[in-house]
């Protein structure tokens, strides 16, 4: 295995789309879901590699706003997610979850809206995403504790109608597909 994720990030040149930003929690208060498996109030960022190769991250730049963080060695296998939190956040949640602290505030994510960019170590741009507090879709949602989720994954369009917040009781899914996870069908 570990000759073949060697080859593969070696060869293989990652492109726009292999990797997309697929759940947001950019307002972690106040936390929903009661006391049994509630998030932790703490923002972040989750990363989905939908290419079929792993890809190792090290050197890629996650942009926050003008804030940019460059990713220690990390293998991202195929279909994989990976969440992103400042170290400065209590991961005691994400022990179950992959996760990366990085060295970001904790409160870097603006809550009503941002924009978020991620570049490989060639600095090309891999994904990016705009939000406000209109893709959550439902005011109650939107004053905390609820995340943005994508709807589908694959979809290259980085249209507002491929976001919503979370239904999940938790108030999101960081690691796992997200509970509005649905495949657009061409019309």
């Not at 190792?56 to 991202?76: C, R, T």
């Not at 992959?98 to 409160?107: G, K, Q, Y």
């Amino acid at each position: 295995i570990h000759l073949m994720i060697a080859w593969s990030s070696f060869f293989y040149q990652p492109k726009y789309g292999d990797v997309v930003i697929n759940e947001l929690m950019v307002d972690p208060e106040p936390v929903v879901g009661g006391f049994n498996g509630q998030l932790p109030g703490v923002e972040y960022i989750e990363l989905y590699n939908q290419s079929i190769f792993p890809l190792n991250l090290e050197n890629w730049v996650l942009k926050i706003g003008s804030k940019e963080e460059v990713f220690p060695v990390y293998i991202l296998g195929s279909h994989q997610y990976v969440v992103l939190v400042s170290e400065d956040s209590d991961t005691s949640f994400f022990d179950s979850v992959p996760f990366i602290a990085l060295d970001i505030a904790a409160s870097t994510l603006a809550n009503t809206a941002g924009e978020v960019s991620l570049f490989n170590s060639d600095k090309e741009l891999i994904t990016s995403t705009s939000y406000t507090s209109d893709l959550y879709k439902d005011a109650n949602k939107s004053d905390g504790g609820w995340s943005l989720e994508k709807i589908d994954p694959s979809w290259r369009c980085e249209s507002s109608r491929n976001w919503k917040a979370s239904v999940h009781p938790h108030g999101g899914t960081p690691g796992h597909k997200n509970s509005v996870f649905n495949k657009w069908e061409p019309s």
